[in-house]
C-alpha cells in the first residue's frame, strides 16, 4: 500500500481499491487490511467516506500547518502562519545535514537544496526557519514551485512528489539569536530565542527534511497538547 501510494499508482483524491480486494490482491484477511488502512488514516495519508470508499488525502495548508505547527500566543490562542520565501539555493551537503538526512558524506554528488523563510502571525514576525531537503528525493526542484504553492512545504512535498510525512522528531535549545532572527525579528539586546531543530520522516523512516527554527518569545511560545477525552 505505501508502495502505490509513493509510485503515485493511487493518486491525490483518488479512491483506493476497496478492503476485499485489496485483501485479495495481497493474499491476506480483511482485517489486516482494514488495521492497515486505519494506521494510514490516523497518519493523515488516507481518508475514509461513510458510502463512497477509502479516498487519498488531498493536502492542504489548513491540515498541514494544524498537524506540524507549534507556535501560538503565550495564552495558547492560534492564528494562521503566513510564511515569505527569503532565499533558496543548491549546495553540497555539510557533514551535520548529511547525518541527519542520512546522506553519504563521501559522496561530493550529493546536494540539498537550503531554503530560508521568516514566518508572521497575524502580521507580527514571530520566527525565521532555515531547512534543507535531499536534491535526490525532490529532482528539479524550483524556487517557484515554492512561490506558485498555496501549501505549506509538507503539503508541497506530497502533492508535487508523492511524499507524505508521517513522523518528525523535535530538540528545542535556548540560544542566542542568529544574524537572521536579528534582522527579521528584531530581537531585544541580550535576550535568548527558542530554537527548535525538526528533522521530518516520510514512510520507511526516510528523513525528508531538516529545519531549524529560530522562534522570538516575548509573546509567543511553543505550545504542544495531547491527550484528553471529549
Known amino acids: 500500500m505505501i508502495a502505490s501510494l509513493t509510485d503515485n499508482e493511487w493518486r ?6 476497496t478492503e476485499p480486494e485489496l485483501a485479495s ?6 482485517s489486516t487490511v482494514r488495521a492497515a488502512v486505519a494506521e494510514l488514516e490516523s497518519l493523515g495519508v488516507l481518508s475514509r467516506r461513510q458510502g463512497k470508499g477509502t479516498f487519498v488525502v488531498i493536502p492542504s495548508r489548513h491540515t498541514d500547518l494544524n498537524r506540524f505547527f507549534r507556535i501560538s500566543a503565550v495564552d495558547g490562542s492560534k492564528s494562521s502562519p503566513h510564511s515569505e520565501l527569503l532565499s533558496f539555493r543548491r549546495q553540497k551537503a555539510d557533514a551535520k545535514t548529511s547525518a541527519a538526512l542520512q546522506l553519504d558524506a563521501k559522496t561530493a554528488s550529493h546536494s540539498v537544496y537550503v531554503l530560508k523563510n521568516v514566518t508572521r502571525l497575524s502580521g507580527t514576525p514571530v520566527a525565521v526557519s532555515e531547512f ?13 514551485m515554492f512561490l506558485n504553492s498555496a501549501l505549506a512545504p509538507f503539503g508541497l512535498y506530497q502533492k ?15 540560544v542566542t539569536p542568529g544574524a537572521m532572527a536579528v534582522e527579521h525579528l528584531s530581537v531585544p ?4 530565542v527558542l530554537e527548535v531543530h525538526r528533522v521530518a520522516y516520510t514512510f520507511g523512516d526516510v528523513p525528508v527534511e531538516l529545519r531549524r527554527t529560530q522562534v522570538l518569545t516575548t509573546n509567543h511560545c511553543y505550545f504542544f497538547e495531547e491527550g484528553g477525552v471529549n
Do not use: C, H
Not at 490482491?25 to 480483511?30: E, F, K, L, M, S
Not at 534543507?132 to 517557484?144: N, S, Y
Not at 508535487?160 to 535556548?174: D, M, P, Q
Open 12 to 17: 491525490l483524491g483518488e479512491r483506493i481499491p
Open 25 to 30: 490482491a495481497y493474499g491476506v484477511a480483511i
Open 132 to 144: 534543507a531537503i535531499p536534491q535526490k528525493l525532490f529532482p528539479k526542484m524550483t524556487k517557484q
Open 160 to 174: 508535487l512528489y508523492g511524499i507524505s510525512i508521517i513522523r518528525t522528531v523535535e530538540r528545542l535549545f535556548a
Open 189 to 192: 539586546k541580550g535576550m535568548p
